[in-house]
Structure formats: structure tokens, C-alpha cells
């Protein structure tokens, strides 16, 4: 009866992890009707600046007054440099003409955290950089895989989340910018 038992929820286990793999690896765009309620703030979860210190998540902001990109991501993510070499690239214009914020949060764990500090410094990038080594927040935030991004609007409420990046995204994403922002 005892390995019935044990089989049983061998198996239950089984389909809900194959269920829940199935759809935790959407990779499209997100975005949210009108008449949906977004989140406003960040969730009040703690987070470590580069220097160690802990904040909590929900006080980030944009002081620029604009959208804000929040990106999730690790050392070992090539898409994920990808993305954040290229937004890099891009930061200071859209800081002068969308006054947009990025935020990136690392996603590496105890084995690679020590990376995170050595990288940023030799990417020079130019964004605030955060890391969430035990993967609260990714959770909080549904986080499943990287590079995983959440754009806010100037008000700070979520207006879409995209997994994955590819050359050209960057252009999708100004065009969204410029919407949220206000420009044509």
C-alpha cells in the first residue's frame, strides 16, 4: 500500500512539473488590457546593491520621470548580455529623450555571485545594477527564465514583460518608450 502510495504522488508530481515547464516557457510579449489591474510598485521584497547593502525592491524608482525598464538577468546568460550590452549602448540617449530608467537584477546564485561585481565593472554599464541571489523576487515576480524584462510607465505601473532577447528587439522597445513617454 506504502509504494502505491509513493507512486501515486511520484506521478502527480510528475505532471504538474511537465505542466507547469510547459508554461513557464512562453517567450512572447505580455502586454496587459486596459481593463486590467497592474501592479504599481515593485513588491516589497529585499535586494543587495552591488556594495552589499540591502534595499527593499519597492523603493526603486525613476527620479527622471519616465518609463523604467526593470531586467532580470545573470552572468552566464548570453542572451542576457546581450541585451544589456546593447540597452547599454543605448541608455544615455534614452535617458536624455525619454528620460527612462534601467534597472538590472542578477539572477546568479551562490555559486556565481562572486561574477556579478567583476562583469559590471568590466562592461561599464552605465544602469543601476541590483542582485537578487536567492531568487526572491524573481519569484515574487514570476521570473521562470532570463533575460526577462518588465517596462513601467512613468507612474510606475506595469505596462508589459517580455522574455528573451534578440538583435532588433532594442527597436521594439524604443518604439514602446516613445509611447509611454509621450513622443512620436
Known sequence: ??????????FLFGIVSVLSQETSTNTDL???????????????????NLNGSQIGAESLVNELGGPTIVSFWATWCKPCLLELN?????????????????IAISYDDARTISKVGPMV???????DIYTDENQELARVMGVNMIPHSFIYDA??????????FAP???????????ALAGKK
Open 1 to 10: 500500500m506504502k509504494k502505491m502510495l509513493v507512486l501515486c504522488s511520484c
Open 30 to 48: 505580455v502586454v496587459l488590457e486596459k481593463d486590467q489591474t497592474p501592479s504599481t510598485l515593485l513588491p516589497q521584497v529585499k535586494i543587495k
Open 86 to 102: 546593447t540597452l547599454n549602448k543605448l541608455y544615455e540617449q534614452w535617458q536624455k529623450e525619454l528620460n527612462v530608467k534601467i
Open 121 to 127: 565593472k568590466s562592461k561599464s554599464w552605465k544602469f
Open 155 to 164: 507612474s510606475g505601473k506595469l505596462i508589459k514583460q517580455h522574455n528573451s
Open 168 to 178: 532588433g528587439d532594442e527597436e521594439t522597445l524604443y518604439e514602446e518608450l516613445k
